[in-house]
């Protein structure tokens, strides 16, 4: 009865441990395979992310750039045509104002930011002096953005920051503008 009971036991343990076996391993597989597919799909936003920062970064420049060139030109007597200031301005615009919306999928609320009224209330400014042709408008512009100049690097401060915090993994719109020329107007 001994061998018989041996026999038996062993067999049952075997069994055992094939059926453990054979539950774990498929699971554990399964386990390794969503945790790869999470960091895929983490990986994946960051880049997004990533992008949708470049990209409010290189389209506001651009229409920054467009303001102060036209702004300059104008103070000078140089002016652009109207039809050609509002498409271009306009494209430019549109162009940052749908990447400053991305952002808001990112966790930021740049669309009604200080930076961003600001550069709409410049961009109705600009094209009020194109439209009058005023270089005196121009001027005063000119003088009011310290030819834009004061704007170039706390925009480039915030943008950084966001990609920062991207890459970091942290997010936070309210230390955004801190140390900024936006910073007392951010609610």
Do not use: C
């Not at 453990?20 to 992310?49: G, W």
């Not at 991305?102 to 550069?119: K, N, Q």
């Amino acid at each position: 009865m001994d061998g018989a009971w041996i026999t038996f036991t062993s067999s049952v343990s075997a069994a055992t441990m094939a059926a453990t076996v054979a539950y774990l391993v498929p699971r554990r597989l399964q386990q390794r395979k969503e945790a790869e597919d999470e960091r895929t799909k983490a990986d994946q936003r960051k880049a997004e992310a990533i992008e949708t920062i470049a990209k409010i970064r290189t389209d506001g420049s651009q229409w920054m750039t467009y303001l102060q060139t036209v702004v300059t030109d104008a103070a000078s007597g140089r002016f652009v045509e109207l039809r050609e200031f509002d498409s271009t301005a306009g494209e430019l615009r549109k162009n940052n104002e749908a990447a400053l919306a991305l952002a808001s999928h990112l966790g930021y609320d740049l669309f009604y930011s200080p930076f961003t009224d600001w550069m709409r209330q410049v961009h109705g400014e600009v094209r009020t002096a194109v439209a009058e042709q005023s270089r005196v408008k121009a001027q005063a512009i000119i003088r009011e953005t310290n030819a834009f100049r004061s704007y170039f690097t706390p925009r480039a401060i915030i943008t950084t920051r966001m990609m920062d915090e991207v890459t970091g993994g942290t997010r936070s719109t309210a230390h955004l503008f801190a140390g900024t020329v936006f910073a007392a107007q951010n609610p």
